[in-house]
């Protein structure tokens, strides 16, 4: 079993139940699913770059992503329908724990000059998103194979009712947010 996830149903459900007086373990805020996009804008002139992309997220979170492409055309950036422009993967379950634990215990400590995140990046239904500007922060992925450095971003999607909950919950599982 996933560590976090051991943590969260022994301990973290306790202290929810306690801070806001629940009645039924059901209607606690639970994660729901983490979606991690890479948006690979340079694309539209080197298709290796998505090749590329979709290899390192596949190493990053061990699940092979779907390619996404163009909704419409525009002109000025030099885009048509259907061009791939980007790739995202979905986790669910195990593998979103594992990856959310792996996020919190390793990759957020080893950006440079890492003071927390940001408590204010949530969107009123309790979702919270985080960007990271490279992907070599991630011990998978080594520095040597890496040609180009591309950003991704985390949300993460939780059944919450409110933003404080869900950054309630995020704290108790371990995400480190910097104090106000």
Do not use: W
């Not at 459900?13 to 979606?35: C, D, E, G, M, R």
């Not at 590329?52 to 492409?69: D, F, N, R, S, Y």
């Not at 922060?137 to 040609?147: G, K, M, T, W």
Request: hydrophobic letters at 40%; a positive charge.
């Amino acid at each position: 079993m996933a560590r976090l996830l051991d943590k969260y149903q022994k301990q973290v459900v306790q202290q929810l139940i306690k801070k806001f007086n629940y009645k039924n373990k059901l209607s606690l805020p639970k994660l729901q699913k983490i979606v991690v996009n890479m948006g690979v804008g340079r694309a539209v002139d080197n298709k290796k770059l998505i090749e590329e992309a979709t290899k390192h997220l596949t190493i990053v979170t061990g699940q092979k992503p779907l390619v996404t492409v163009a909704k419409k055309a525009i002109a000025g950036f030099k885009l048509r329908k259907g061009q791939a422009i980007g790739c995202k993967v979905t986790l669910r379950g195990k593998r979103m724990f594992e990856f959310l634990d792996r996020l919190i215990s390793i990759v957020l400590p080893r950006i440079r000059d890492f003071r927390g995140i940001s408590p204010k990046a949530f969107d009123g239904r309790g979702n919270y998103t985080l960007g990271l500007t490279e992907q070599i922060v991630f011990p998978e992925i080594s520095i040597e194979n890496v040609e180009f450095v591309q950003g991704m971003d985390i949300t993460i999607v939780i059944s919450g009712n409110s933003n404080e909950q869900s950054c309630e919950l995020l704290k108790l599982l371990g995400m480190p947010f910097k104090s106000e």
